[in-house]
């Protein structure tokens, strides 16, 4: 089992940024994809971006190139998603999710562990 807890979330004005992090907890030593989703209101989970456990690859939405990035410290089990230029649509809230392997997905039911999520809102 992995246990995922995001926190950075908050309330900023559109331009603004972000910088949310997830700290997974318990069976880390097995090699993990880690991703993060978000759901906004009356809307399906989307896909944000990804990395892999060795951190050779990114994967973004293209909603999000260009003004998200996604890094992670393996010694520390945290991932981090960078969000700049934000806009109101990018409000939602924004969910870590641990995918047990080397490969990357973009559907959420393919990740095997999700966090509680965290609430990113942004103003006009």
């Known amino acids: 089992q992995v246990q995922l807890v995001e926190s950075g979330g908050g309330l900023v004005q559109a331009g603004g940024s972000l910088r949310l992090s997830c700290v997974a907890s318990g069976r880390t030593s097995s090699s993990y994809v880690m991703g993060w989703f978000r759901q906004a209101p009356g809307k399906e989970r989307e896909f944000v971006a990804a990395?892999?456990?060795?951190?050779?690859?990114?994967y973004y939405a293209d909603s999000v190139k260009g003004r998200f990035t996604i890094s992670r410290d393996n010694p520390k089990n945290t991932v981090y998603l960078q969000m700049n230029s934000l806009k109101p649509e990018d409000t939602a809230v924004y969910y870590c999710?641990?995918?047990?392997?080397?490969?990357?997905?973009?559907?959420?039911?393919?990740?095997?562990?999700w966090g509680q999520g965290t609430q990113v809102t942004v103003s006009s």
């Open positions: 990395i892999t456990w060795s951190r050779s690859g990114t």
């Open positions: 999710a641990a995918r047990i392997g080397h490969y990357y997905r973009s559907t959420a039911r393919d990740y095997d562990y």
